[in-house]
């Protein structure tokens, strides 16, 4: 199961360090990741701070000195880049392939059941009621927007989520692929706008570019990601992380699509008679035209 990054250690620890150390996590959050791989001595003299300082803020992490701290910041470097390929070579999953025997199904059943259930239930666990609460009230605000963007696997979730919104409010679309069309719309993004993105590892710099001209608008932006975190979250008004282990060398979205049917559920619940309304207007149009 993987944890949060090294950034959300740093913010969560900012009350534990002294003002000092406090300089030296605001300077490596200012240039996060690049900044943790900078020398003890261009850390300190960043953060106005003497050398001893800076390692003393990374034994306040847990670290036993500042290259155990950059060699954990390569390792999630690593992870965050981390593609299927080298996942698979990475681990057993090619020697499982090349195996005469796969593992039997019952143990291939228990484990998914283990995993899932547990990615799930950790998912949902860590989302801050607040956080929940944000995106419902922005997907339920009948002024705004809505605009859906996902990447080359979680376009599917972004489909998903529009067409469940589709059903019980107006103004929602999926932003187009076309680059004509694409860029039609992002040129008129507005304050009344809301942009959900879904950006998980090998993150897309569109994504975080959207994030931007979305908040530069004066529009709301809301993300869906990773333990890792798209870069997009930096301009993000509300993130919903996920975690994705499981059993293949993919990263698993059911997580993802769990805190989307709960978006789901809150949202029709925050609209209440007019979600009832809208949906039963759309059910007498499909039937009219023969779709239902």
């Known amino acids: 199961m993987a944890a949060g990054s090294l950034a959300d250690d740093i913010r969560n620890k900012l009350g534990d360090l002294s003002p000092a150390e406090r300089k030296v996590a605001r300077v490596l959050l200012a240039g996060y990741p690049a900044s943790g791989f900078e020398t003890i001595a261009i850390i300190a003299d960043k953060a106005a701070v003497s050398a001893p300082t800076v390692l003393r803020f990374a034994n306040r992490l847990g670290y036993r000195g500042f290259p155990d701290f950059q060699a954990a910041l390569r390792a ?15 681990t057993d999953y090619g020697q499982q392939a090349d195996a005469e025997t796969a593992p039997g199904e019952d143990s291939l059943l228990a484990r998914g059941s283990a995993l899932f259930t547990a990615a799930v239930g950790h998912t949902l666990a860590e989302i801050p009621p607040h956080d929940l609460d944000q995106t419902i009230r922005i997907l339920s605000d009948r002024k705004r927007r809505i605009t859906l963007a996902g990447g080359r696997f979680t376009h599917l979730l972004a489909q998903y989520l529009a067409m469940h919104l589709m059903q019980i409010r107006d103004d929602v679309r999926v932003l187009p692929e076309g680059a004509v069309q694409r860029t039609a719309h992002l040129a008129h993004l507005a304050k009344r706008d809301a942009v959900i993105l879904f950006d998980f590892r090998r993150y897309e710099a569109d994504k975080a570019a959207i994030a931007q001209m979305t908040r530069e608008a ?64 759309s059910e007498e149009t499909a039937r009219r035209i023969g779709l239902v």
């Open 76 to 90: 999630e470097l690593d992870e965050r880049n981390a593609s299927p390929l080298s996942l698979y070579e990475s």
């Open 218 to 281: 004066g529009g709301k932006v809301i993300v869906f990601t990773d333990a890792w975190l798209s870069p997009a979250t930096a301009q993000a008004d509300v993130v919903l992380p996920s975690q994705v282990a499981t059993l293949s060398p993919y990263d698993s979205l059911v997580p993802t699509l769990a805190v989307v049917e709960t978006v789901i559920a809150g949202v029709l619940q925050a609209l209440g008679t007019d979600a009832h309304q809208h949906l039963r207007r």
